[in-house]
């Protein structure tokens, strides 16, 4: 299904989704660029990215603008975003491939292409505000196959919410206080779009139509705020093979989590 760029300006929707994202995380190019200063010292110039569960691409749009000799795989399941992503930034100069797959599926690392299997193993798998869609069972597997893809030397970065456990519940209070702070004043105060809104106003584009349609199909009534908690992703990684695995930028609890493999 290829919609044309005469039908939809995909920048537009590119920077709306960008708006609504910062309204929840005030700090999220922070947190991006905390991602790529671990990529400038720990990676040659030249590597190869995974950016899994991209949305429309936010990850490999900067990383591919800060490392001009890299190149990038970014992978997601939602055709909204993916349309959103390909029309505002194409191939980005062939440094650029979409790969439309779900995670949940057992197979999803053989989507990548046959160079990702195995000869050319990928240097770094990034990821922001994504893996709370997937259950505590289902990330693990996941952490188990990204051990098996990424390189000896190469890392694993997760940015987004890792709740603390409940036996700090002081810990918890205080960051979910700081969260809806946050809403607050993105929201409310500055009046900036949030994600129902956001969706409301997608639905209300006619040319979304269809893909809309195909997006109702995918995720059907599937839960998409498990949030494992921190300790959960740490012994995941560490059992799928990453040697050194820690937070690495934190406020409150949305976090880097580093691996290294
Ligand atoms: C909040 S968005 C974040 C997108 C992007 N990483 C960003 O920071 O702008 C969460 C993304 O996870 C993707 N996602 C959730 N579950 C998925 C799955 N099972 N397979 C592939 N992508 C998934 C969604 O489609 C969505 O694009």
């Known amino acids: 299904m290829t919609l044309t760029n005469a039908q939809v300006d995909w920048h537009h929707w590119l920077q709306r989704w960008d ?9 999220r190019e922070e947190r991006f660029q905390a991602m790529f200063d671990v990529l400038e010292q720990v990676l ?3 590597f190869v990215a995974i950016d899994l569960a991209c949305g429309p691409g936010a990850i490999s749009q900067r990383l591919l603008t800060r490392f001009p000799q890299a190149r990038c ?71 188990q196959q990204l051990g098996a893809i990424v390189r000896p030397g190469g890392v694993f970065l997760n940015s987004d919410v890792l709740p603390f456990p409940s036996y700090l519940p002081t810990f918890t209070t205080l960051s979910k206080t700081m969260q809806s702070r946050q809403e607050q004043q993105a929201f409310e105060n500055q009046g900036g779009e949030n994600w ?31 949030e494992p908690i921190l300790d959960v992703h740490e012994a995941g990684l560490r059992q799928a093979g990453f040697q050194e695995v820690g937070v690495i930028w934190q406020r409150f609890d949305d976090r880097i989590l580093l691996a290294v493999r």
């Open 196 to 226: 129902e809104q956001w969706w409301q106003a997608v639905a209300d584009e006619p040319a979304f139509a269809s893909l809309l349609e195909v997006r109702k199909h995918r995720f059907g009534t599937r839960s998409t705020e498990f």
């Open 19 to 27: 708006a609504q994202q910062s309204g929840y995380l005030p700090h």
């Open 44 to 46: 040659p110039p030249t």
């Open 73 to 143: 795989i970014a992978v997601d399941l939602d055709p909204v975003l993916l349309a959103i992503g390909r029309g505002a930034l194409g191939d980005m100069a062939g440094r650029l491939r979409w790969v439309e797959v779900d995670l949940m599926q057992e197979n999803w690392v053989q989507h990548l292409g046959e160079q990702h299997l195995g000869e050319q193993p990928v240097d770094a798998v990034l990821t922001t505000t994504a893996l709370h869609w997937l259950s505590s069972d289902r990330l693990v597997g996941l952490y």
